[in-house]
């Protein structure tokens, strides 16, 4: 059973950064493709960043050029540098997880089949 615990959310005024962290584990961390989503308050869980195991990442136009999405293969970690935060930001953000080994990184909920706990994420103005 694979499990997901993230890290690193607060609260912190507009224009600052903060570091979300994932540690997997149950399974050998390097081959699987990971993301990273949030959902507001009201709102539907959206996309922001995930990675292949090949090392390709992908963004939401909403956080490209702020967010960044890496990997540590060795501790099972991927983490989420965030900077220039926006209000708009705040939200509870989710690590997730692919079951299927060596396929590009999803950029859609439906095709992560494990999730953390989530973490949230309050961006003040």
């Known amino acids: 059973q694979v499990q997901l615990v993230e890290s690193g959310g607060g609260l912190v005024q507009a224009g600052g950064s903060l570091r979300l962290s994932c540690v997997a584990s149950?399974?050998?961390?390097?081959?699987?493709?990971m993301g990273w989503f949030r959902q507001a308050p009201g709102k539907e869980r959206e996309f922001v960043s995930a990675?292949?195991?090949?090392?390709?990442?992908y963004y939401a136009d909403s956080v490209k050029g702020r967010f960044t999405i890496s990997r540590d293969n060795a501790k099972n970690t991927v983490h989420l540098q965030m900077n220039s935060l926006k209000p708009e930001d705040t939200a509870v953000y989710y690590c997730?997880?692919?079951?299927?080994?060596?396929?590009?990184?999803?950029?859609?909920?439906?095709?992560?089949?494990?999730w953390g706990q989530g973490t949230q994420v309050t961006v003040s103005s």
């Open positions: 997730a997880a692919d079951s299927r080994a060596y396929r590009g990184a999803p950029l859609v909920a439906d095709e992560y089949d494990y």
């Open positions: 990675g292949s195991w090949t090392g390709s990442t």
């Open positions: 149950g399974r050998t961390f390097s081959r699987y493709a």
